[in-house]
Protein backbone atom coordinates (compact mmCIF):
# COMPACT_ATOMS: atom_id res chain seq x y z
CA UNK A 1 0.00 0.00 0.00
CA UNK A 2 1.08 3.17 -1.06
CA UNK A 3 1.50 5.82 1.48
CA UNK A 4 -0.03 9.31 0.33
CA UNK A 5 2.89 12.50 1.41
CA UNK A 6 1.41 16.01 0.71
CA UNK A 7 4.68 18.24 -0.52
CA UNK A 8 4.53 21.93 -1.58
CA UNK A 9 6.29 22.40 -5.34
CA UNK A 10 9.14 24.12 -3.87
CA UNK A 11 10.19 20.23 -3.00
CA UNK A 12 9.83 19.26 -6.93
CA UNK A 13 13.79 20.09 -7.35
CA UNK A 14 14.56 17.99 -4.10
CA UNK A 15 12.40 14.97 -5.78
CA UNK A 16 13.40 15.07 -8.85
CA UNK A 17 17.17 15.08 -8.19
CA UNK A 18 16.43 11.99 -5.97
CA UNK A 19 14.40 9.99 -9.17
CA UNK A 20 17.16 11.00 -11.30
CA UNK A 21 19.93 9.19 -9.28
CA UNK A 22 18.00 6.36 -8.40
CA UNK A 23 17.51 5.35 -12.26
CA UNK A 24 13.95 3.80 -11.28
CA UNK A 25 10.67 3.95 -12.92
CA UNK A 26 8.10 6.08 -11.33
CA UNK A 27 4.67 6.89 -12.34
CA UNK A 28 2.55 10.18 -12.22
CA UNK A 29 0.23 12.20 -13.56
CA UNK A 30 0.06 15.75 -14.77
CA UNK A 31 -2.01 18.89 -16.37
CA UNK A 32 -1.50 19.15 -19.70
CA UNK A 33 -1.59 22.94 -21.87
CA UNK A 34 -5.74 21.61 -22.53
CA UNK A 35 -6.74 21.23 -19.10
CA UNK A 36 -6.30 17.50 -19.42
CA UNK A 37 -4.46 15.00 -17.01
CA UNK A 38 -2.88 12.52 -17.99
CA UNK A 39 -0.79 9.79 -16.69
CA UNK A 40 3.03 8.73 -16.84
CA UNK A 41 4.78 5.77 -16.82
CA UNK A 42 8.79 6.30 -17.05
CA UNK A 43 12.69 7.12 -15.80
CA UNK A 44 14.98 9.93 -15.98
CA UNK A 45 18.46 9.61 -17.06
CA UNK A 46 18.02 7.72 -20.28
CA UNK A 47 19.59 8.94 -22.98
CA UNK A 48 18.68 6.21 -25.63
CA UNK A 49 17.41 8.01 -29.41
CA UNK A 50 19.53 11.68 -28.83
CA UNK A 51 21.59 12.63 -31.42
CA UNK A 52 23.91 14.37 -28.97
CA UNK A 53 23.96 18.28 -29.03
CA UNK A 54 22.69 21.24 -26.46
CA UNK A 55 19.72 20.62 -25.12
CA UNK A 56 17.53 23.66 -25.14
CA UNK A 57 14.60 22.45 -21.67
CA UNK A 58 14.78 24.78 -18.83
CA UNK A 59 16.77 23.49 -15.92
CA UNK A 60 13.84 23.31 -14.03
CA UNK A 61 11.52 20.97 -16.58
CA UNK A 62 11.70 17.09 -16.26
CA UNK A 63 12.93 15.15 -19.27
CA UNK A 64 11.61 11.61 -19.02
CA UNK A 65 11.60 8.84 -20.76
CA UNK A 66 8.05 7.64 -20.79
CA UNK A 67 7.92 3.84 -21.10
CA UNK A 68 4.45 3.16 -22.51
CA UNK A 69 4.89 5.45 -24.82
CA UNK A 70 8.26 5.29 -25.80
CA UNK A 71 9.32 8.75 -25.94
CA UNK A 72 10.85 11.66 -24.17
CA UNK A 73 8.39 13.88 -22.36
CA UNK A 74 9.16 17.55 -20.97
CA UNK A 75 7.10 18.15 -18.04
CA UNK A 76 6.93 21.75 -16.63
CA UNK A 77 6.50 21.12 -12.60
CA UNK A 78 3.93 23.59 -12.20
CA UNK A 79 1.97 21.37 -13.93
CA UNK A 80 2.83 17.92 -12.26
CA UNK A 81 -0.45 17.08 -9.76
CA UNK A 82 1.41 13.09 -8.12
CA UNK A 83 4.20 11.33 -8.51
CA UNK A 84 4.50 7.80 -7.00
CA UNK A 85 8.08 6.70 -6.53
CA UNK A 86 10.16 5.15 -3.56
CA UNK A 87 6.58 3.28 -2.78
CA UNK A 88 4.59 7.17 -1.81
CA UNK A 89 2.88 9.03 -3.39
CA UNK A 90 3.67 12.65 -3.35
CA UNK A 91 0.56 14.91 -4.16
CA UNK A 92 1.71 18.78 -4.94
CA UNK A 93 0.29 21.37 -3.61
CA UNK A 94 0.65 25.26 -4.07
CA UNK A 95 2.23 27.20 -1.29
Known amino acids: ?5 TISR ?10 ANSNRIFGGTYTKKNGKVTKFNGRM ?4 FTKGGKSTLKESNWL ?10 AIIPEQ ?6 FGNEYEFINE
Open 1 to 5: MKNKV
Open 10 to 19: GYASDLKSEL
Open 45 to 48: GVSK
Open 64 to 73: IWDTNRKRYM
Open 80 to 85: LVSVTA
